[in-house]
């Protein structure tokens, strides 16, 4: 089975600019959460969205948004970019209420604004 | 107070001996407990998960729960050049969500 697969794998984009990044969980698993991991910390929880619903934010300006689609499928969306965007952008899928929602993620997207 | 505390070495262990790290968190109403690795410039790969006190043991991997004292550990035996990595502790709050709060991670290096 695939598990999560995220894209585009590296983008670089200017200040100002909008991006928007892809994740499908792996099959079966209907939650799917975002996280940003800049150098030298642990990943920072930005988004859970479960059968479509958003289910938590964390401490993120409202220039990062995200949704999830019938398929469970979801992407983040980040506005108005700064330099302190740039990141590893993490999903991660869970099969919610089975293995006490353990987290897959997947490879990450990594995001550099210059 | 950082609601999950993980020492960030680098945390330098022979090869063979026994790697132990250790990660703190401040929510009591924390009710599971996991350790990623995570090797530069790659995602955080699950190693253990842990629901309840007491030890819980995979190969070469034992994580560690006291509740009382809020604190989880994990020990690698015969430690591996290949464990060299950062590993993450990552707590979730009271199973209400997905919402997992991860350390900073503690970077370990195994001396050959």
């Known amino acids: 089975d695939a598990g999560v697969t995220q894209s585009p794998t590296h983008l670089i984009k200017t200040r100002g600019q909008q991006v928007t990044l892809r994740c499908s969980p792996i099959?079966?698993?209907?939650?799917v959460s975002w996280y940003q991991q800049v150098l030298g910390q642990g990943p920072q929880f930005i988004f859970q969205y479960y059968e479509k619903e958003e289910r938590g934010r964390g401490n993120f300006p409202d220039r990062f948004s995200a949704r999830q689609f019938p398929n469970y499928s979801s992407e983040l969306n980040v506005n108005a970019l700064l330099l302190g965007d740039s990141a590893l952008y993490l999903c991660a899928s869970s099969f919610v209420g089975f293995d006490k929602n353990i987290q897959y993620f997947g490879a990450g997207t990594r995001l550099s604004v210059l | 107070q950082k609601e999950v505390e993980q020492n960030s070495g680098p945390l330098s262990v022979p090869e063979g001996a026994i790697a132990s790290l250790n990660c703190t968190y401040s929510d009591r109403g924390s009710q599971s407990f996991f350790w990623y690795r995570q090797y530069s410039g790659k995602s955080p790969e699950l190693i253990m998960s842990i629901y309840s006190n007491g030890d819980k043991e995979d190969g070469r991997f034992t994580a560690q729960l006291n509740k009382a004292s809020q604190y989880v550990s994990l020990l690698i035996r015969d430690s591996q050049p290949s464990d060299s990595a950062t590993y993450l502790c990552a707590v979730n709050l009271m199973n209400r969500d997905d919402k997992i709060i991860f350390g900073k991670g503690t970077r370990l290096h195994i001396l050959p």
């Open positions: 099959s079966g698993h209907k939650s």
